[in-house]
């Protein structure tokens, strides 16, 4: 496969495998997140759901024919549906909750702060504490520690106020307050109160408070909230309800007081009226001496009964109208119009009706919105327009009404040409009886509505039935520990996971042979492990991973040379990008396992700048440089036999010349080369790094075989085209690479060590655990 073939394609083992390395890490990460994660489920206070479920009743009986089904001509008031919209915005609004929080006295909180995790005590304090001060800005905590007997030590939102009594008042920039002893305290208590603004706590419970339809075709309501004290979240939402259903009964008898108010009024004036009438009576009679005059007529009258009973009927109706238009014209922009009095005008009634239930939409708006909001103003027009059209009708009515009257009158005097011949007294008699009837049956008539309204507002209905209370619950719905546990595992798979591929993304080192397989087309040898003996060379009965990946490198690299003759020297240069990659080391143990297999075997330092086989063998300090520049000495006389070997003998660089480059170009070498091949079977080269100088480049026509060493961590993947650019030129003969210090324990490569007896070192138990070095 091509090198620009290997870019596109994805090795998945091969990048599982850079994961799986560092499994330990992931062991650990994982372990410590559900640690943390256990920690957290511990310390967070868990929060409860409480919910209550009610049924909005779907007609609100503003009649009291609808109240009371009995009293079948107290007239039609028309009913309305409710709209469950606004209900629910009356259960949020703000003077409801504020009101239902006075009721169970909330803004004042009472924690036990001894434990890890604050516990709050409601209904459960020993302590209750009288705050004077209800225009507080901002939440004041009262901390109360050292508790012994009566006395304790008392700070406030952290700064020390001093020693305080149980009992006795304290005073504070804050406000003053008393803290009295309900039950006992231990001395490790150390307790604490928050109290709250409560217009700040309103808000804060409307933001908490759900309040939603069940379903969009029932009027079943569904409030909740979520509290982390499930005891104070049930009482809250059952005295919520209870105070909606308060308002509710308040609205209800607004309109049933108003009308009483109005006929008590009316009934007082009318009794009146009718005492005047009867005393005219009583004087009439005694001025005239009359005791009967009925008796004496009635066998006459008798045919004017049903006469006289419409004019009376109709008079009732003319005074009830005149009434009601004079209350409609003096009454206030907000006074409500009395209903059920018009028995004989259902349009009119029906405009009171909508004129009623506009008074009571726009008042319960103006506790939350001012006289310039826009539904406000339009429910003050609505309102005037329909008070205008119920004066019209009234009018419309009282004509009508006239009419008759007048139509009346005429049969009257119709009647009194009739009556010529009854007795003056007699004619005056009816006028004043009529009046009085007229008064006694309007007085009846507003006892009958006064005692109907009264009815009424002993049977006010509740606006919402509840179906489920609120009660408390156990089961906690945050934190979620499953959902916690799960987002920890998750989260300690992730972190490790992020941080090796940041890492690996960041870090573009040659690592493991894949990163140079991936990355070149070059033939490779082999990688060696990281040496315990990496500054000397290797025993020679040595079993380490190390040195069977030398023994391996041998093996590929006769594979490599397979072309040459059996009994022909071969002769084989190592190289690297920069110096510090182990060539050294590579070489000299490479040598020294060819020397075993019964070959004859010279190492060469020709790496003139920099020698190192000073570091790995006992050597001649004078060399090839020395050979070269001088001309009375044999080449042998600088070669050495290794100690511990029969066939290893190494002949060094020499004396570091001032002139490297012109001591490699010599003829030298070639005499050098020469001389030597005829007398070894290998000859392993030390030769100079490629990026920093040509020295390498000047001689490898010498070479059978470059082995190309890189050091794993040591140089950047980008510098792998020095050695591909070689490669592709054909500058270096047969060039291969061996990976130098690799770390076969993180799973790359196929790993070394499997000799018997091989001894390795002994780690802390921690870097065991966590696969480090």
């Known amino acids: 496969m091509m090198l620009e073939d290997k870019e596109n394609v994805i090795n998945i083992k091969e990048e599982l495998f850079k994961y799986l390395a560092h499994w330990r890490w992931f062991v650990l990460s994982v372990f410590v997140s559900l640690i943390c994660a256990f920690v957290y489920l511990k310390v967070t206070p868990k929060s409860y759901s409480v919910s209550t479920k009610i049924l909005i009743k779907d007609e609100k009986s503003n009649d009291l024919a609808n109240q009371l089904s009995a009293f079948s001509e107290a007239g039609l008031l028309g009913n309305s549906k409710n709209n469950i919209e606004n209900e629910v915005e009356i259960l949020k609004s703000r003077t409801l909750i504020l009101n239902t929080l006075d009721s169970l006295n909330l803004n004042i909180q009472y924690l036990d702060v001894s434990e890890v995790t604050e516990v709050d005590l409601y209904k459960k304090s020993p302590i209750n504490v009288l705050w004077n001060n209800e225009n507080i800005q901002n939440v004041v905590s009262i901390e109360l520690t050292n508790i012994e007997g009566n006395n304790f030590h008392v700070s406030i939102n952290g700064n020390d106020i001093g020693n305080g009594s149980f009992g006795k008042n304290i005073n504070t920039e804050h406000g003053s307050f008393i803290i009295k002893k309900t039950g006992s305290i231990n001395k490790s208590n150390e307790l604490k109160i928050n109290i709250f603004p409560k217009i700040q706590l309103a808000e804060s419970y409307r933001g908490a408070v759900n309040v939603a339809p069940a379903s969009k075709t029932s009027s079943v309501i569904d409030v909740s909230i979520i509290d982390k004290t499930p005891e104070k979240a049930a009482d809250f939402l059952n005295t919520l309800v209870y105070n909606y259903n308060l308002g509710g009964i308040k609205d209800k008898r607004f309109i049933s007081e108003n009308t009483a108010n109005f006929i008590s009024e009316r009934l007082n004036l009318i009794a009146t009226e009718l005492g005047d009438v009867e005393s005219q009576v009583e004087g009439y009679k005694n001025n005239n001496n009359l005791s009967d005059i009925e008796t004496e007529v009635k ?434 003969n047969k060039l291969t690479f061996v990976l130098n210090d690799s770390d076969v324990t993180k799973g790359y490569g196929y790993g070394y060590g499997y000799g018997y007896g091989a001894k390795t070192e002994e780690k802390p138990f921690w870097k065991k655990i966590l696969g480090l070095k």
Do not use: W
């Open 299 to 732: 066998l006459y009258l008798d045919n004017l009964s049903s006469f006289e009973k419409s004019v009376l009927e109709n008079e009732t109706k003319i005074n009830v109208v005149n009434s009601l238009i004079q209350h409609v014209s003096r009454a206030k922009q907000d006074e409500l119009v009395p209903g059920g009095l018009l028995t004989d005008d259902a349009g009119s009634e029906s405009i009171i009706q909508e004129i009623n239930q506009l008074i009571l939409e726009k008042q319960k708006r103006a506790v939350n919105a001012t006289s310039e909001n826009p539904a406000y103003i339009l429910l003050e027009d609505q309102i005037r327009s329909l008070k205008s059209n119920l004066s019209a009708s009234l009018r419309r009515n009282l004509s009508s009404l006239q009419i008759v009257k007048n139509d009346y009158k005429r049969q009257e005097n119709e009647m009194q040409a009739k009556l010529s011949q009854v007795p003056r007294q007699e004619r005056e008699f009816r006028i004043i009886d009529r009046q009085q009837k007229v008064k006694e049956a309007l007085y009846l008539f507003l006892l009958q509505k006064r005692e109907e309204t009264n009815i009424t507002l002993a049977a006010t209905d509740l606006n919402a039935k509840v179906i489920d209370k609120a009660i408390v619950t156990n089961k906690p719905v945050a934190p979620k520990s499953m959902i916690i546990l799960l987002a920890a595992l998750i989260l300690g798979a992730i972190i490790p996971f992020i941080v090796i591929y940041v890492r690996n993304l960041i870090d573009t080192k040659v690592k493991n042979r894949f990163d140079i397989t991936d990355n070149s087309d070059i033939p490779f040898l082999g990688d060696i492990p990281t040496s315990e003996t990496s500054d000397k060379l290797m025993e020679v009965s040595s079993r380490s991973s190390a040195a069977e990946a030398i023994r391996i490198v041998r093996t590929n690299l006769d594979f490599i040379l397979s072309e040459k003759a059996e009994d022909e020297c071969k002769v084989i240069f190592l190289t690297s990008t920069i110096s510090g990659e182990g060539k050294t080391f590579v070489s000299s143990n490479l040598a020294a396992t060819f020397s075993l297999s019964g070959k004859k075997v010279l190492l060469v330092g020709l790496d003139l700048r920099n020698p190192k086989l000073y570091e790995y063998l006992k050597i001649n300090p004078l060399g090839i440089s020395n050979f070269v520049t001088s001309n009375n000495k044999s080449l042998n006389d600088y070669i050495l036999k290794v100690e511990g070997y029969e066939n290893f003998d190494v002949l060094s660089s020499g004396s570091i010349p001032p002139n490297p480059t012109e001591i490699l170009m010599s003829k030298k070498i070639k005499e050098v080369f020469e001389t030597l091949k005829s007398q070894y079977d290998y000859i392993i080269v030390d030769t100079a790094p490629v990026s920093l100088v040509t020295d390498t480049l000047l001689i490898s026509k010498y070479a059978d075989a470059t082995i190309y060493v890189v050091r794993a961590n040591k140089i950047d993947k980008e510098m792998l085209r020095i050695p591909n650019e070689l490669y592709r030129d054909k500058k270096l």
